[in-house]
């Protein structure tokens, strides 16, 4: 693993495997120019740790929906503290960056249930 990526090591000091959220990293450095460089998965890394964050029932409001579909700026922090900011573009226009979210407890399925009923004009 930290042959494939030398900061696991430096954030992670628990081991950790190769998980889906790596998956673009390992595209990167093997086809900087061929990657996007963003995901269409929101995470929440508020908490700075080797894992994102995981959302509770009491955490699954209109607002955390409304904020996971009007993000439409892809921000990456590097380990050595660089950022870069892109425009998420789909079809020439920019769009949402994220589609899903990740981290949700088994809790809140209810939560999301009604909130997606009431969010969609299905």
């Not at 000091?13 to 990167?28: F, R």
């Not at 921000?75 to 870069?84: L, M, W």
Request: charged share 20%; proline share 4%; aromatic share 10%.
């Amino acid at each position: 693993m930290d042959e494939l990526i030398p900061v696991a090591g430096d954030v992670c000091k628990s081991d950790i495997g190769i998980e889906s959220n790596l998956a673009a990293e390992i595209a990167q450095m093997f086809d900087p120019n061929g990657n996007t460089g963003w995901s269409v998965t929101f995470v929440d890394w508020s908490e700075m740790k080797c894992h994102p964050r995981s959302f509770r029932a009491q955490d699954v409001t209109f607002d955390l929906l409304k904020t996971m579909t009007s993000i439409k700026t892809s921000v990456h922090i590097t380990s050595d503290a660089k950022v870069s900011t892109r425009p998420c573009i789909w079809n020439g226009m920019n769009r949402p960056c994220f589609l899903f979210g990740r981290k949700f407890y088994s809790e809140t399925l209810d939560n999301l249930m009604h909130m997606f009923s009431n969010y969609t004009s299905i």
